[in-house]
């Protein structure tokens, strides 16, 4: 999981060599006293002791398409949950590091900066939608204090630094599919052109589709269609990469489960979707409304009141990301280091709320006690970041810059609703 600590190994043959000596010693005294060992000399790479690394290859023994946030779970002190098997659901993503919970981290793709890693996320996106899981190179994770080099806001309790894996040297196609329960399916596909007088590119494409695991008749889909490209040039003094990604999210909504509901009425409760007759009955019980006492059906055992409703809304999101990063050797000691980035992002979630709503006719016959509550997510943020570094002797001296545009925060608001809930869903 994690590499061998460089130093390790080399104490290890040390310690062995002492051990063959003696033993030779031991077994020809005649020889006379054992030779002298003059100087030991041990190199090991420096590395920070709260810095853990999970590698793609962890990626082979967790279903293909697993979100590269629930394959932190393989490091020490870290629980990533989701809802689903993919861990790809954002509403339900949960990230605890060592008591710190995922507003408290920074996150970073290649070194550009993610956002907070919130549901409602206002200035960046999940790492489900802005990389391909099969194209994760290596994620670190810092546990401590993070760096001042890291490119985040919301970086109190660590950070996790995703990198994406570089073009193949050699070209070829890699093809993957899988299928599971709740009619999950998922593909994959990428090709490499190889390495050719220093260029080196690779396009991948992946779709996926699983329905919720709960007991629901409706509104149960979600769909993920998502494209990566990362093209490459290697020259004398430097290396310049461009990346895209465009993600196409439409994610159904879970009904929120507590342990009493559970215990009551099983761990796979959905909603009343597609009876959207049954889910205005049991909210005319709760409503204040001259007609709302006559048209009340209300709830039995196990059923009750605040048991209802009705999860036919979607989680939308659009994503178009981009990035052109620079490294340069300025000089054998000087090296810069220069990325351009854009993302901009148009998204929705919805989900329907038991509230008195008015049609604005003179008769309050066609009045419903239901309204849906709407969000709306529009993103478009650019940035640049540069970094100096200069290295004089065993001293390494680094300055940089950040500079982003800041995006408005997401408005919610509730508006009236009324059959069918099907056309009440946001696009």
């Not at 920074?106 to 900066?113: E, F, K, R």
Request: proline share 4%.
């Amino acid at each position: 999981m994690l590499q061998k600590s460089a130093l390790a190994v080399a104490l290890a043959t040390t310690c062995l060599t002492f051990a063959a000596q003696a033993k030779a010693a031991d077994a020809t005294p005649a020889q006379g006293a054992a030779s002298e060992v003059g100087e030991i000399v041990v190199i090991a790479t420096g590395t920070t002791r709260s810095v853990s690394a999970v590698q793609a290859s962890n990626l082979t023994v967790l279903p293909p398409g697993t979100s590269a946030q629930k394959v932190l779970n393989f490091l020490p002190g870290v629980s990533a949950g989701s809802i689903d098997a993919l861990g790809v659901n954002e509403q339900s993503l949960t990230l605890q590091v060592r008591g710190f919970s995922s507003t408290h981290l920074g996150y970073t793709l290649d070194g550009m900066p993610l956002g907070d890693g919130a549901y409602n996320n206002y200035n960046g996106l999940t790492i489900s939608r802005a990389l391909i899981s099969d194209n994760l190179g290596r994620a670190e994770l810092a546990t401590g204090i993070a760096g001042l080099g890291i490119a985040s806001t919301s970086n109190l309790g660590g950070a996790v630094l995703y990198t994406s894996s570089d073009p193949k040297k050699v070209w070829g196609l890699s093809v993957n599919a899988s299928y599971g329960s709740e009619d999950a399916k998922r593909s994959y596909i990428r090709f490499d052109t190889g390495e050719h007088n220093g260029f080196s590119a690779y396009a991948s494409g992946s779709f996926t589709s699983q329905n919720l695991f709960v007991n629901q008749g409706a509104g149960t889909l979600s769909t993920e269609g998502q494209f990566n490209g990362k093209a490459q040039y290697v020259f004398n003094r430097g290396k310049i990469v461009a990346f895209a990604d465009i993600s196409r999210t439409n994610q159904a909504d879970d009904a929120y489960l507590s342990k009493d509901i559970i215990s009551r009425r099983g761990w796979d409760l959905g909603g009343l979707a597609p009876d959207w007759q049954t889910y205005l009955n049991r909210n005319y019980c709760s409503v204040t409304a001259p007609t709302a006492p006559t048209k009340c059906v209300t709830s039995v055992l196990p059923e009750k009141l605040a048991d209802v409703t009705y999860t036919n809304g979607q989680i939308l999101r659009d994503d178009d990301l981009y990035y052109v990063a620079g490294d340069y050797d300025l000089t054998q000691s000087l090296k810069a280091h220069l990325q351009v980035y854009h993302h901009a992002d148009k998204g929705a979630g919805n989900n329907f709320i038991t509230g008195w709503s008015t049609q604005g006719t003179a008769t309050t016959a066609d009045d419903v006690p239901a309204q849906i509550r709407d969000t709306r997510y529009t993103i478009d943020r650019t940035g640049v970041l540069g970094s100096l570094g200069w290295t004089i002797g065993f001293n390494h001296i680094q300055g940089g810059f950040w500079i982003e545009e800041t995006p408005p925060a997401p408005r919610a608001t509730s508006a009236p609703t009324s059959p069918p809930p099907s056309a009440c869903h946001s696009t």
